[in-house]
Every structure is written in structure tokens, then in C-alpha cells.
Nanobody, 123 residues
């Protein structure tokens, strides 16, 4: 069982930046592709970004492409989401996710979820 714990959420003004972190409890972290999703009030959970096991592949939703960057440090069992040029529509609970393949993350076929961290972008 892999436990994922997100941190780094908070309140930021439009145009600002935040970096989310997701720490995994599992020593086989490097065997999982990792991703980030978000869910705004009254909306379905949506894919944001994913990264393959050894960082050879990254993939982003069109809505965040060019503004957000996903990265990982396998030595620290941690995945990051750097969010720049934030917009009010980025306001949501952000969830970390793990799966065996990055393609499965895009397809919302997730093996493990974190508990979520709130990000609020004020206008």
C-alpha cells in the first residue's frame, strides 16, 4: 500500500506561484508513474499533469501547459508541481496520484491517491 501526502497548497494572488509536493511512503516510488489532478467545487476531478518513472515523459493538460511543470526526485520519493502565472480558475483541491504507467494516469486509472491540498488563487 502506497501512501501519498501532498503539501504546499495555500492562497496566492493571480499571477503568482506555488509549488506542490507529494511525498510517497513506498520505497518503490521509482516504479510508479506519478500525476496531479484537481477538482474545483461542483466540477469533476480533472487531469493536470503526469510524469513517467524516470522522467523521460511528461504530459500536461492544455489548460496548464506552459505554466505548470511536473518533476520528481526518486531519491526523495517525491513528486512536485510548480505552478506559475496562476489564474483564479486554477482554484481547486489538488490530488497526487500514482499508477503503473503514465498513460493510465491520463486515463484516470489510478492505483493510489493522496488526500488532496487546497489551492486558492485570488483575482
Amino acid at each position: 500500500q502506497v501512501q501519498l501526502v501532498e503539501s504546499g497548497g495555500g492562497l496566492v494572488q493571480a499571477g503568482g506561484s506555488l509549488r506542490l509536493s507529494c511525498a510517497a511512503s513506498e520505497c518503490t516510488f521509482s516504479s510508479y508513474a506519478m500525476g496531479w489532478f484537481r477538482q474545483a467545487p461542483g466540477k469533476e476531478r480533472e487531469f493536470v499533469a503526469c510524469i513517467s518513472q524516470y522522467t523521460t515523459t511528461t504530459y500536461y493538460a492544455d489548460s496548464v501547459k506552459g505554466r505548470f511543470t511536473i518533476s520528481r526526485d526518486n531519491a526523495k520519493d517525491t513528486v512536485y508541481l510548480q505552478m506559475n502565472s496562476q489564474k483564479p480558475e486554477d482554484t481547486a483541491v489538488y490530488y497526487c496520484a500514482a499508477a503503473s504507467l503514465w498513460q493510465r494516469i491520463i486515463g484516470h486509472s489510478i492505483d493510489y491517491w493522496g488526500q488532496g491540498t487546497q489551492v486558492t488563487v485570488s483575482s
